[in-house]
């Protein structure tokens, strides 16, 4: 364990914490008004932990197999959760929008397993993470609108109709993201293919 790992592990850690307050806000004396402030902190730190886990991992000099394999796990858990957590009232997202998120990171994730096994690296493609800065953006955008909707100034279908665009938008970037990132790597791809049909 690095200092690194001990920033990415927070992400995972911060996940439930996200939902649980989303859900269970009066229990923790946070009221309607107080709610998107709390969770913008949470989503903040959460994104701020994933720039600071890579920059202290390369300035000592502290990649490891761990955290490669953590970082981009605790990535997928952190934002597919915050998602999840908006197909509740009162965002309502459709619940189609995260399982787009959910099979591109699974099938990506897949593949870099398996190709690493079989001995080939597949590289990380700029659309990968210009990818996870939008969906960031998106989830902020949501969490900035429920703020007039906690004071009455937003109706609840506006905020869902709201929200619904915008991660659409960040859904349709992940899927041309995830077929960039095959298509980029597909002479990697055809060989495990190949040596799994010999």
């Known amino acids: 364990m690095t200092i690194a790992n ?3 592990f927070s992400r995972i850690i911060i996940s439930p914490i996200f939902l649980l307050i989303y859900l269970e806000h009066n229990l923790f004396g946070i009221d309607d008004v107080l709610l998107p402030y709390v969770l913008l902190l949470l ?6 932990s994933d720039a600071v886990d890579g920059y202290l991992a390369r300035k000592y000099n502290e990649v490891t197999d ?3 394999v953590l970082d981009p796990m605790a990535d997928s858990i952190a934002r597919i959760s915050v998602f999840l957590t908006f197909t509740l009232e009162p965002v309502k997202l459709p619940m189609i929008l995260v399982f787009i998120f959910l099979y591109r990171d699974s099938v990506v994730s897949t593949l870099r397993t398996i190709c690493a096994l ?3 690296a597949l590289a990380a493609r700029t659309t990968g993470k210009i990818k996870a800065v939008i969906q960031a953006i998106a989830a902020f955008i949501v969490l900035i609108l429920m703020i007039p909707h906690s004071l009455g100034h937003l109706s609840t279908y506006s905020l869902h109709v709201a929200g619904t665009s915008i991660v659409s938008f960040a859904a349709a970037y992940t899927v041309y993201s995830g077929v960039d990132y095959i298509f980029a790597n597909w002479h990697y791809i055809s060989k ?3 040596k799994n049909q010999s």
């Open 6 to 8: 001990y920033f990415t």
């Open 118 to 120: 079989k001995g080939f």
């Open 66 to 68: 761990l955290g490669k």
């Open 43 to 48: 989503l903040g730190i959460s994104e701020l």
């Open 192 to 194: 495990l293919l190949q």
